[in-house]
């Protein structure tokens, strides 16, 4: 089975931007970043299907911007024009065919990066 491993969080101030990055250690299909916010329910955040076609959450469209790299087998979350309400975990994620919001059809997760936005 696949691994997956996310790098690149960190602090920064709002306004601000941010790359992160997830790792697979194999193949992957389509593929997708969650996010998870102290007390609350996990998030989808954007995702990118082995065609290449991509999709966001409305509360990032416009400012987040997500690619890969199939050479390296690595997955990116570019994040601009950060917020203080982006702060969270963020997990990367892959399944099989096609995209989806629901988090339950992603067979395989990263441990996660913490994205931390001040005000």
């Known amino acids: 089975q696949v691994q997956l491993m996310e790098s690149g969080g960190g602090s920064v101030q709002a306004g601000g931007s941010l790359r992160i990055s997830c790792a697979a250690s194999?193949?992957?299909?389509?593929m997708a970043w969650f996010r998870q916010a102290a007390g609350k329910e996990r998030e989808w955040v954007s995702c990118?299907?082995?065609?290449?076609?991509?999709s966001y959450a409305d509360s990032v469209k416009g400012r987040f911007i997500i690619s890969q790299d199939n050479a390296k087998n690595t997955l990116y979350l570019q994040m601009n024009s950060l917020k203080p309400e982006d702060t969270a975990m963020y997990f990367c994620?892959?399944?099989?065919?096609?995209?989806?919001?629901?988090?339950?059809?992603?067979?395989?997760w990263g441990q996660g990066t913490q994205v931390t936005v001040s005000s």
């Open positions: 194999g193949k992957t299909y389509s």
């Open positions: 994620a892959t399944k099989i065919w096609g995209c989806s919001i629901n988090s339950a059809l992603y067979n395989t």
């Open positions: 990118i299907s082995s065609g290449g076609a991509t």
